[in-house]
């Protein structure tokens, strides 16, 4: 079986509603087509899927061509579970070209970037066991390394929230690998062949060894968007436009970034979320949930600085300033005098604080405009009302 070329677009939309109203038939929340990097000693696992694009709660007629594409090729598609992943093969492709014809033509100016990936495909001679189709139908835990990279797009390119994808168990399903350039190396077979490769001068000049790639090796950012160290941004971190990323001590994980124009020259922990206008200062760490915050997931507010070599264990708001070399936790005690503390509440008119001295650093998270100082002859860490602007130099970003 096969479809029979599509001539209009009315007839296009019939075919999408026949595959539609199929029995059993579910939405793809997600979906795309990878080209995937397999085991150079097991070819059987996949090590990498490469997206040319991703589909994320958009472009259902798409998603349903892709059914009856696959339906055609004799790939059933199973509904049933939270994802569906299959290799495609060159009767799909051809199936998906007919079904695509009334829009082939402007597939060359990218109006449909989904005929586009099909054109692409059709101009290859062997797609071999290369290519693989990933359907995801409710955000799950994943259970394939492709339906891991399609969420990680989705949050490199945008499309997702920070936060919002369900990756529970997504380090077990990824295997530790030797990256050199974009090309996944299992260890294993570095070992084996590490006397002939070395004594032959094949040896790779290995960049790292870990589970998720770089974002730049996926990902193109925006133009007004500067990563000085590709080694310091990780696959699945969301960058928006106007960030600068230096070099040296700075870090962003995966699930993590930034909401607008941010510098950021130190440690963006998996989970944490810098406002736009903030400066995350040399060295400076905002911690994880899985590195000192209990679980509690910290967001960075606008215009917020954190000082070099200082540590933010509690959500901030906006126009705060963390001096340089300060570590606040949960609990860190801090003090407040009688005058800031009026100060802060008029900052803050929905914060309930108490009238006393000593708080801990947590009752204050997530408010605005405060300023985190230690006390240099007594030690204490105390809080004020932040009278000073922070504000990035708009020519940088």
Known sequence: MAISTVNSTDEFKALVADVTAQEGYKEAMAFGIARVDRGQKNADKVLQANFGLINWKENYGSSAVY??????????????????????????????????????????????????????????????????????????????VESVYLKLYALSLGKAELRGVNLNGAFGILSNVAWVGRTPYELEYLRENEIEMKLNGTYPNIDAVDKFPRYLQHI????????????????????????????????????????????????????????????????????????????????????????????????LGDACILDGGLAIFAGTKVKVTPEQLELIKEANPEANLEDKRLFRADEFQGLNGLHFRQDSTTGEVIVRRSTREVKLNEELH
């Open 220 to 315: 193109i950012p925006a133009d007004n968007t500067r990563v000085l160290d590709s080694a310091k941004v990780r696959m699945g971190a969301q960058l928006a436009g106007g960030t600068t990323v230096m070099p040296g001590a700075s870090y962003i994980n995966f699930n993590a970034g930034t909401l607008g124009p941010v510098m950021v020259e130190g440690r963006i922990s998996s989970s944490a979320i810098v406002g736009a206008g903030s400066d995350v200062g040399g060295g400076a760490s905002i911690l994880g949930v899985l590195s000192g915050t209990d679980g509690n997931p910290i967001s960075i507010g606008e215009n917020t600085l954190l000082g070099a070599n200082s540590t933010c264990g509690i959500p």
């Open 67 to 144: 059914v009856k594409a696959l339906q055609e090729a004799g790939i059933e598609v199973d509904f049933s579970g939270s994802e569906f992943v299959a290799t495609i093969n060159d009767e799909f492709v051809k199936n998906a070209m007919n079904a695509f014809a009334p829009y082939l033509d402007e597939a060359i100016d990218n109006a449909h970037k989904n005929v586009q990936v099909i054109k692409t495909l059709a101009n290859m001679e062997d797609l071999a066991q290369n290519f693989r189709i990933v359907f995801l139908f409710e955000d799950k835990a994943p259970q394939s």
